[in-house]
């Protein structure tokens, strides 16, 4: 359990931390060499064998020597400073942690499970709980009850793309992405118009400034926001109206692996629900596991990021309805997608008695699938066609 929490820690603080220090360029090469290093270390602490002492004492001489280069560090951004500072506090929390550590290793140091450090856990999850209770808005109850039809709207475009409506504003209008990898967007008075389109009717071009990268991006209140490619986890907001850049900003620990498997080219996929915009991603530390991450789509600051239980493998894509996250899997040769994970950030909704949900009538993958919480329905590409699905919402218990 020792383990297991000074695991939790070092991990946790260095993928906020590392994300944080790309700012800081000049210092970081110091951040990746502190990060391989703590993460050796940790892995062989981890082992928990008879030469954990000689590890303790290189993680002690290692954490001095860390801390005196941390204090000397080139801190120029008030951010980066507050990180440093966080950073400091947790390498000596980490350090009181290997204390107690070997205090009893004696014992049974493997097995041994300090209360006092279970109970501050706890009490640090309930603070958290509060915490995110007062950001999200509770009284937000729809779950999933079904997938209850399938519309295929149109066949146009790449075998894969992405495409949406505003549920801001603007609700009407058809924004229609295609590709992995693209820089111009289609816009559609309506669905009609989209549907009639052909290749002698003009529709309204917007060439983004950069590429993008991948399906996950979305529309919201005017603003596109997407991944920019050839970034790590550079997010893009962009005024459709204006046709200019607003505002950017970096999604720590994002980018590394795809967010689903199936869909390799997405790294980072957005999400809009009834609380607002969304990033799905998977890290390589968390062994692919998703993590969602709440930003506000005003400032593009990060709110929150949870650490999710469902895994990117065999997933094809995944959407938010009232802060939940609904994984959709599938075969890699491509059969009847399906959401088999279901993880929901307040905790309200019991995972466990939620059935698997099939998607209707069709074989074959998703390229993308996206949440409309006014129409209740998904925006789906599969393979060059254009789909809805329409949801059947009830009312979390
Ligand atoms: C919270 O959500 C409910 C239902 O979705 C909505 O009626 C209400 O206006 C929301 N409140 C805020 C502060 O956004
Ligand atoms: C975004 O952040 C601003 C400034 O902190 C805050 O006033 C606003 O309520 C936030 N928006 C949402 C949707 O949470």
Redesign the pocket.
Known sequence: MVILQLRFLLVSFFTSFVGEAQYVTQDAELMHYIERRFLSLESRLEKCNQEILDYVQEFRAFSRRMISRLEGLNVYKAEIKNEVEHLLTRVERAQRDIDYFESVRESTACVEVDEDMVEQQLNEEAEEKRKVKLML?T??DNMLASIKSLKIVKKTGDTHGSWMTDPGKNHLKIYFLSGFKNNVILEFSNIRSFMEWNNKLRARRVNLPFLWQGTGHVMYNGFLFYHRYGSLNEIVKYNIQRRKITDRMLLPGAGQIPAYELIPATKIDLAID?QGLWAIHAEPDTSGNLVITKINHTTMAVEHTWDTSCNSKNAEAGFLICGTLYVVYNSPSGGTSRIECVYDVLDTINTYEIPVFHFPKRQGSHSVMHYNPKEKQLYAWAEGSQIIYKLQIKQKV
């Open positions: 808005n009284s937000c009834e």
